[in-house]
């Protein structure tokens, strides 16, 4: 029986083929200088680049490498939440294969844990090769989700960090489909400490989370850490019937003294269209918290797997 490493090392694979053997290069070079068993799992989420063979033909040259093969693409948060499932080590490292977060910088990560640390997430003190819409969207997605979800997720943080092997089994335990694992780590609790480290321009490729992706992801986190939004429609209510008790005595006065103000059908049709923008927005939110209620309640496998090592 081999010996079970003390870290392992997730990165999610989506059509990131010119970046897989530098990716491996940098992060073998540096565990290697650790002097500690480890393992590389590379998830692949339905690559069409040729990916896959490429994780294949690594895997065959290095038995820490452990390839988890999925059967379509599922997403990079159920990616990394299958690199949780099969990874073994004491340490789980979760880093991007864009190279975007240098492998290196998991030396100041370990480090961390082994002062006692059982989360260790990196923070982006700065932000290389990413526009301006890209930084100003990104700073402000953080300190929405900061201020209006229940628990408090760590500003300018991705997925990169490292997880504790009991922090990994409780995430494990929690098999909600509409995934947001910073915030899954950080409701968890215990000991946590950030790191700050210079974000790297992407090594090659395209970006893998546009705007739409990143929305989707706000939603994700926001509907599954707040119930902001719900509370959003009760607002609107106390809004619409202050304005209303507000304006009834406005009318009583302005027809009493003859005036031609607020006559018509004009006034009554902006207020119906008012009301009925606030029932239909909280529609839509109620139906994506029922949404998900539905999705939960099917009960289908997170993930489908074609080709995966013995957990």
Same mark, same amino acid.
């Given at each position: 029986?081999?010996?079970?490493?003390?870290?392992?090392?997730?990165?999610?694979?989506?059509?990131?083929?010119?970046?897989?053997?530098?990716?491996?290069?940098?992060?073998?070079?540096?565990?290697?200088?650790?002097?500690?068993?480890?393992?590389?799992?590379?998830?692949?989420?339905?690559?069409?680049?040729?990916?896959?063979?490429?994780?294949?033909?690594?895997?065959?040259?290095?038995?820490?490498?452990?390839?988890?093969?999925?059967?379509?693409?599922?997403?990079?948060?159920?990616?990394?939440?299958?690199?949780?499932?099969?990874?073994?080590?004491?340490?789980?490292?979760?880093?991007?294969?864009?190279?975007?977060? !240098?492998?290196?910088? &998991? @030396?100041? *990560?370990?480090?961390?844990?082994?002062? /006692?640390?059982?989360?260790?997430?990196?923070?982006? +003190?700065?932000?290389?090769?990413?526009?301006?819409?890209?930084?100003?969207?990104?700073?402000?997605?953080?300190?929405?989700?900061?201020?209006?979800?229940?628990?408090?997720?760590?500003?300018?943080?991705?997925?990169?960090?490292?997880?504790?092997?009991?922090?990994?089994?409780?995430?494990?335990?929690?098999?909600?489909?509409?995934?947001?694992?910073?915030?899954?780590?950080?409701?968890?609790?215990?000991?946590?400490?950030?790191?700050?480290?210079?974000?790297?321009?992407?090594?090659?490729?395209?970006?893998?989370? !546009?705007?739409?992706? &990143? @929305?989707? *992801?706000?939603?994700?986190?926001?509907? /599954?850490?707040?119930?902001?939004?719900?509370?959003? +429609?009760?607002?609107?209510?106390?809004?619409?019937?202050?304005?209303?008790?507000?304006?009834?005595?406005?009318?009583?006065?302005?027809?009493?003294?003859?005036?031609?103000?607020?006559?018509?059908?004009?006034?009554?049709?902006?207020?119906?269209?008012?009301?009925?923008?606030?029932?239909?927005?909280?529609?839509?939110?109620?139906?994506?918290?029922?949404?998900?209620?539905?999705?939960?309640?099917?009960?289908?496998?997170?993930?489908?797997?074609?080709?995966?090592?013995?957990?």
């Amino acid at each position: 029986m081999s010996k079970l490493p003390v870290y392992s090392i997730v990165a999610p694979i989506y059509n990131e083929f010119e970046n897989l053997p530098v990716l491996y290069q940098r992060v073998r070079a540096v565990m290697e200088s650790t002097g500690e068993a480890w393992e590389l799992l590379l998830i692949d989420d339905g690559s069409t680049d040729g990916s896959t063979d490429c994780i294949r033909e690594l895997a065959a040259g290095d038995r820490r490498i452990r390839p988890v093969i999925f059967a379509r693409n599922f997403g990079h948060q159920i990616a990394v939440t299958a690199g949780l499932d099969y990874s073994r080590g004491k340490a789980i490292v979760i880093i991007d294969a864009d190279l975007q977060d !240098p492998p290196e910088v &998991m @030396l100041d *990560l370990f480090a961390k844990w082994k002062e /006692g640390n059982e989360v260790v997430y990196a923070v982006r +003190a700065e932000r290389e090769g990413e526009s301006l819409f890209k930084k100003l969207s990104a700073s402000l997605f953080y300190r929405l989700i900061f201020r209006i979800t229940d628990v408090k997720i760590p500003l300018d943080t991705g997925d990169f960090r490292l997880i504790d092997r009991k922090v990994v089994d409780i995430i494990n335990s929690m098999r909600e489909r509409h995934r947001f694992l910073r915030g899954m780590s950080a409701w968890v609790g215990f000991k946590q400490i950030g790191v700050e480290y210079k974000r790297s321009a992407r090594f090659a490729g395209e970006t893998k989370y !546009p705007f739409r992706k &990143m @929305l989707r *992801l706000a939603v994700n986190a926001i509907t /599954g850490f707040s119930y902001f939004p719900l509370q959003l +429609a009760t607002y609107f209510g106390f809004i619409s019937a202050g304005i209303s008790i507000l304006a009834i005595p406005v009318v009583i006065v302005l027809r009493v003294v003859g005036s031609q103000q607020l006559t018509g059908q004009a006034t009554t049709l902006i207020a119906v269209l008012f009301l009925g923008g606030v029932q239909l927005i909280s529609l839509g939110v109620l139906g994506e918290y029922i949404g998900r209620l539905y999705d939960e309640a099917k009960g289908r496998p997170l993930y489908v797997v074609r080709q995966a090592p013995d957990k």
